[in-house]
């Protein structure tokens, strides 16, 4: 076991944990009380935060497992860690504190709605998740809410993946493609995955056989990714655009969920091009362009938190 912190004041703009983890973009940590989204408008909590983590092509070449609190602000405060590795390299990038984000606000277009969310959630950044379990994640995610979204993914781990040993606690690892392709679609229905069932085990199929993988994806431009990914059963374009912006850095991916269309409706309606590929585009521009995930996530979360 090993042990550290992270100080904020070495990270390039503020950071807030609980928001980055409870803001509807990754279904992957678990908190240690149990209470993982419980909360609307989860934001500046101390509360401790889990996860096992796959090797990672450039950050980890094992498994890791890790657990994460942040101490005081989003500026001067402290990310306090233990992980069965170093785990800096590993946070640095799952919670993109690569990223400057001040830099990153400070190019998104001044606009009411996307200031006033990015004024209730300061230090709330993207994730970046590994990519095979977000798209799983996803594919559950269809008219769900969140907390059943993250129930299904517990419930996923529990039952097909590996139980870690993590000092005196045990956390389950999100199954590999492996472990979920040999389910089967009753024992998925078991778990209340529902229809998702079926897309869950044909697409760790794919995996498996070769015919594809996520991770492929983040070597395309944008569009282009986020077409490679609905060859995946049970992807259509919003669940794509959440992987391509969640997991693959293509930050500049709006998925166009409930909330972000009744933004379009009622703010930006000139942006309502018919097709989501063109409507996509339309509030991609007005959003800021190469950042616009950002403004998009801030705006997922403001609303969906009953902000207004």
């Not at 946070?91 to 400057?100: A, I, V």
């Not at 199954?175 to 069932?197: F, H, M, N």
Request: proline share 6%.
């Amino acid at each position: 076991m090993e042990r550290g912190a992270i100080d904020l004041a070495d990270v390039a703009g503020p950071f807030d944990l609980q928001s980055t983890l409870e803001s509807g973009q990754s279904y992957l940590w678990d908190r240690a009380d149990g209470s993982m989204y419980d909360q609307l408008g989860a934001h500046g909590g101390n509360h401790w935060y889990r996860t096992v983590v796959p090797p990672i092509d450039g950050v980890s070449d094992e498994r890791i497992a890790v657990r994460v609190r942040q101490v005081g602000g989003v500026d001067d405060g402290a990310l306090e860690w233990a992980a069965t590795a170093d785990a800096v390299p590993l946070l640095t990038h799952l919670l993109r504190l690569d990223d400057d984000l001040d830099a990153i606000l400070a190019a998104i277009p001044d606009l009411p709605i996307v200031d006033r969310s990015v004024d209730a959630y300061p230090g709330m950044r993207l994730v970046r998740d590994p990519p095979f379990p977000c798209l799983i994640s996803f594919i559950c995610s269809a008219q769900m809410r969140v907390s059943r979204i993250h129930g299904m993914q517990r419930r996923l781990a529990e039952t097909y993946g590996e139980t870690v040993t993590f000092g005196e606690e045990t956390i389950d690892a999100f199954p590999t493609p492996t472990q979920l392709a040999a389910a089967s679609e009753e024992g998925l229905r078991d778990l209340a995955l529902g229809y998702r069932a079926p897309y869950v085990e044909r697409t760790a199929r794919m995996v498996v056989d070769g015919d594809a993988h996520p991770s492929e994806a983040v070597a395309l431009a944008y569009e282009p990714a986020r077409e490679f990914l609905t060859q995946f059963v049970g992807v259509g374009e919003k669940v794509a655009d959440c992987v391509c912006l969640f997991a693959l850095d293509h930050l500049e991916a709006v998925p166009l969920d409930t909330w972000i269309r009744s933004v379009i409706a009622d703010r930006f309606p000139e942006c309502d091009r018919g097709s989501y590929a063109e409507t996509s585009r339309a509030i991609r521009g007005r959003f800021g362009g190469e950042f616009a995930g950002y403004a998009q996530t801030y705006v997922f979360h403001y609303l969906r938190s009953d902000g207004e």
